[in-house]
């Protein structure tokens, strides 16, 4: 019952939040870096923080009681987020260019000691003016060098009306192990002025980058519409629905948790072994990678909420030499690294993996990236060749969650303007 609590809680805040951002750490004392994902929008040109439901909401734990002095700037950035775009920061922001994190509480009651630090953006002192990619760093001792967080986000002006469909029938295989992604976009106004070549259309699936399509032509150009359908590019694997553990509690175990206990100075939570799902599709309602903090017996989970080591297990009678494997996630930011690169122990002959995570319900995958010798995929849009076919497999049934986003640049302009963005989901 609380696997379902916790799966519905997470879809009515994907409506209502609405999009996307990503988030990565630098520094190990850093820990659960959430934003709520949301598409900021430039309202009569400025995005000032006014309105509760057009700001992010940005928030971090440090594991300890000290108090640190971190400062967060702001840098506008190019369509692929690559680097910084060419204006100046008095072009694209309005009042200050740093300001200081001055909101923060330390754990109370919790084993482990933690203070937990959070502030809203934009705001009355850093007012955004034009839309596109941006990335806030954060750091510490007003020293830009000693960079502990970072968050990548969008700044929308709706100007053009985005169409999308998710579809079973591909070029590679009908009903099989992939989706194709259609992308119509519409221009309200007859009178726009542009070339097909100015726009840059990119699709991602379940808030992932290392799967991103970019496109800098459509397949078709219609009388103020570009179409990019039947696009080979737009192929992504299905994958599987994602697993789900619930560490909710210290005192008994959660969903998918074998047991929870108390050693060596920490909470520990098992999770069951988990097994290899692939050749059948087994529908289980998931929250598309996403989680949420939450803790029983406590009022304020952000303060009160433990730190616990979860642990997983995925029995293997012998290790895949051809490429590693991880857990993937927004636990983990959707990102592959040490911190989620699982381990193969010939005694047991077993993967593992064990994180300090904070209470609360998690969806997780098993990604696998062969070596850079091994034999690309197939699907031109994942030269890294990274697939949950090892572990979960691939359907094409899966419910996945697209988000298209559009960029324009004119002739003669100087940045990537954001001029729609929509979320599909891949309703079958």
Not at 40 to 45: A, E, H, R, T
Not at 77 to 89: G, Y
Not at 183 to 212: C, G, K, W
Not at 400 to 422: I, M, Q
Request: glycine letters at 6%; proline letters at 3%.
């Amino acid at each position: 019952m609380r696997k379902i609590t916790f799966i519905f809680a997470l879809l009515a805040c994907s409506w209502t939040l609405f999009a996307q951002t990503h988030t990565r750490t630098f520094d190990g004392r850093i820990r659960t870096l959430r934003v709520a994902r949301a598409f900021l929008v430039l309202d009569n040109g400025v995005v000032d923080g006014s309105q509760p439901d057009n700001t992010l909401q940005i928030s971090f734990d440090e594991m300890s009681h000290d108090v640190h002095f971190y400062t967060y700037t702001v840098h506008h950035m190019t369509a692929d987020r690559s680097r910084e775009s060419n204006l100046l920061s008095n072009e694209y922001l309005s009042g200050f260019t740093t300001r200081d994190i001055t909101d923060y509480e330390h754990s109370v009651n919790t084993n482990r000691e933690y203070t937990h630090y959070r502030f809203e953006f934009p705001n009355e002192e850093m007012v955004l003016t034009k839309s596109g990619n941006y990335l806030l760093t954060v750091y510490e001792d007003n020293d830009p060098d000693k960079k502990v967080a970072e968050v990548d986000f969008c700044v929308v002006e709706p100007m053009v009306k985005i169409d999308a469909k998710v579809r079973s029938n591909t070029d590679i295989e009908f009903n099989g192990r992939y989706q194709q992604v259609d992308v119509d976009v519409s221009f309200h106004n007859s009178d726009f002025s542009y070339q097909p070549n100015e726009f840059i259309v990119m699709v991602t699936q379940n808030n992932r980058l290392d799967n991103a399509v970019t496109l800098n032509q459509p397949t078709f150009v219609e009388r103020n519409k570009l179409r990019y359908i039947n696009n080979k590019s737009l192929i992504f694997e299905g994958g599987n629905e994602y697993r789900h553990f619930d560490a909710f509690s210290t005192y008994f175990a959660g969903t998918g948790i074998d047991r929870v206990f108390f050693e060596g100075g920490d909470y520990h939570a098992p999770l069951f072994a988990d097994e290899c799902t692939k050749g059948t599709y087994i529908f289980n309602p998931d929250a598309d990678g996403r989680y949420l903090v939450n803790a029983e017996r406590t009022e304020d989970s952000d303060i009160e909420a433990e730190y616990v080591w979860v642990h997983w297990t995925l029995p293997m009678a012998n290790p895949w030499f051809d490429g590693a494997l991880y857990i993937g996630g927004d636990l983990f930011g959707n990102e592959m690294g040490l911190v989620n690169r699982m381990q193969y122990d010939a005694e047991t002959q077993s993967y593992w993996l064990a994180a300090l995570v904070k209470q609360g319900g998690y969806d997780y995958q098993y990604w696998f990236v062969p070596k850079a010798t091994h034999q690309p995929s197939t699907v031109s849009n994942q030269p890294s060749g990274t697939t949950t076919q090892r572990v979960d497999g691939s359907y094409w049934q899966t419910e996945n969650e697209y988000t298209v986003y559009v960029y324009w640049r004119p002739f003669g302009a100087r940045y990537d303007r954001l001029v729609g963005a929509r979320i599909q989901k891949s309703t079958l």
